[in-house]
């Protein structure tokens, strides 16, 4: 029996202040040189110690975060207030815990490549995005809890969740395919997909299956165009034998979706069989992946950006997901 329920991302938003950045100069703009800051490591080494002065380092250098961080881990922002630490050291007091912990360190101890990356797609938002950049980036360990907390100044990963899925403590936690995605991978994906939900991506004006369709179609896309080098379908973390199917079942996905009523459907239960992860859809096929409304909902939207090719991102990602629906034409 598995022990807890993997949500890739679960959006943990504050409000707080602004910081300033490093930046380098590229084509005669100022773009953001992305360093990520290593709260795991800092926080790693005041478990070592315990020290009154470790504790008032963590509070100066990561106000926001540390708040956030006491809330998803033990449920208390107040940093400054007597029994804070303690209860993070309780909780981090697990000897299993501090061995995924310490994996989680070593494995992400260098991220030169991955700060490479997101500079690259920082240079990619400001083009589109004119003015914007991306936030400051931080990693974090929380024992298989918060995927990714974001604030408004500062988004952080949480890397005990992305060691492979072949790390072995994790097949007592999780699923086959939940496992799926848990890989070094997917941390360029899931930083840029924080932001661009909790930054560009308004809420649906409809809340039906279509909408969600679209609306995480929309995300998958812009993340594509923050990197251009990446296929857009292996953003959802489908496997070439998953892909294959999708292409293959398309039509049949579609129409069968239509003719049982499910495209305007509101309903919670509906809209997660097609939404969530899981390791196939149950409302269509047993062979089919999981999570196959997120690949309809791609299609949907390079459909319309096919046939409106002069429509700017900005503009589809406000645009009502019903409205694009009926300019994309889509028939697959």
Known sequence: MKR???????????FAGCANDSKRL????QHKEIAIERFDKDFREYLDEKSVSDKQQLTL????????????????????????????????SDTTLLKIYDDAVKKFDNVEKIENELSLANEHLWSIYPGKQLPRLSMHVSGFKQNVIVTDSVISLSIDKYLGSDYPI???????????????????RDYLKAYIIS?????????????????EGKCLYAISQLLPDTDPESLIGYNGKQLKW??????????????????????YLIISKYMDDAPYTSLISPLSPGKIG???????????????????????MQM?????LELSKYVP
């Open 199 to 215: 930054n560009l991506l308004p809420e649906s004006k409809t809340q039906d299956l279509v909408s969600a369709m679209i609306r």
């Open 26 to 29: 590229i084509s005669g703009i």
């Open 170 to 188: 994790y097949k007592d936690f999780f699923y086959d395919y939940q496992r799926a995605q848990m890989k070094p991978e997917f941390v360029v």
């Open 246 to 267: 999708c292409k293959n079942n398309e039509r049949a996905v579609w129409r069968g979706t239509i003719e049982r009523k499910f495209l305007y459907n509101t309903e």
């Open 320 to 324: 009502d997901e019903h409205k694009l």
């Open 4 to 14: 807890v329920n993997y949500l890739l991302i679960t959006l943990f938003i504050i």
């Open 61 to 92: 250098k990561y106000p926001v975060l540390l708040s956030a961080f006491g809330k998803v881990i033990v449920n208390n922002p107040e940093t400054t207030k007597p029994g804070f630490f303690q209860s993070l050291d309780k909780y981090f």
């Open 294 to 316: 997120a690949w309809m909902g791609l299609q949907i939207v390079e459909s319309f950006v096919a046939k409106n090719p002069k429509v700017r991102i900005p503009e589809i």
